[in-house]
């Protein structure tokens, strides 16, 4: 169970507060219930970000235009229109066959570390996938897990470098325990969801 909606509308605009009107603010449901997304809506979240497409499209039909909603998951192709049909934006895009598939906008996931556990495009490749899809409009990483939020800003500012030399300005980087060096590095968009739920 999340907190009431009266401590997570304080934790969602301290969050808002800390990062600036620049950068999205993107609720992580994953582990939210059908039920608890009312509260998120009673709270004033405006963008939520769902891993799975199957719950994706359930709460989508349950709770529509309450929110702006964002695919941060592992993307199937074969999944590909129900995000096209509910979402605005995709974090996650890792292949060619569901690039191929997307009619919307999509940021183009980068495995940094060259972790074999996590989805990404290495760095030399994304200047293929910009020249082939058109709707690429930044880049996404999730770096290594780490206790310190400041060990993830190697990656971060990477990931700025290589967004500038490809004249892309969307970054979707930082979770709930790194946002804040996230922002720091360039962040236009964060992804939290603990934190929001449970406090620090």
Request: hydrophobic share 45%; glycine share 8%.
């Amino acid at each position: 169970m999340i907190a009431a909606p009266a401590e997570v509308a304080e934790r969602y605009r301290r969050i808002r507060e800390k990062v600036g009107p620049g950068v999205t603010v993107v609720v992580a449901t994953k582990y939210v219930s059908l039920e608890e997304m009312a509260l998120l809506a009673e709270a004033g979240v405006e963008v939520v970000g769902e891993n799975r497409a199957q719950d994706l499209e359930r709460k989508q039909a349950a709770y529509a235009d309450a929110f702006r909603w964002h695919f941060i998951g592992h993307l199937q192709s074969n999944k590909a229109n129900v995000v096209n049909a509910t979402c605005e934006l995709v974090h996650s895009l890792a292949s060619d066959s569901a690039a191929r598939r997307l009619t919307i906008p999509a940021l183009l996931e980068v495995n940094l570390a060259g972790e074999a556990t996590k989805s990404g495009v290495a760095p030399d490749e994304i200047a293929g996938f910009v020249e082939r899809y058109p709707l690429i409009r930044g880049l996404m990483t999730m770096p290594p897990l780490s206790p310190d939020p400041e060990a993830s800003r190697p990656y971060f500012y990477r990931l700025r470098v290589l967004a500038a030399e490809h004249g892309l300005p969307e970054l979707s980087m930082g979770t709930s325990q790194d946002y804040r060096v996230a922002v720091e590095e360039g962040a236009t968009l964060v992804r939290v969801g603990k934190i929001l739920f449970r406090g620090d």
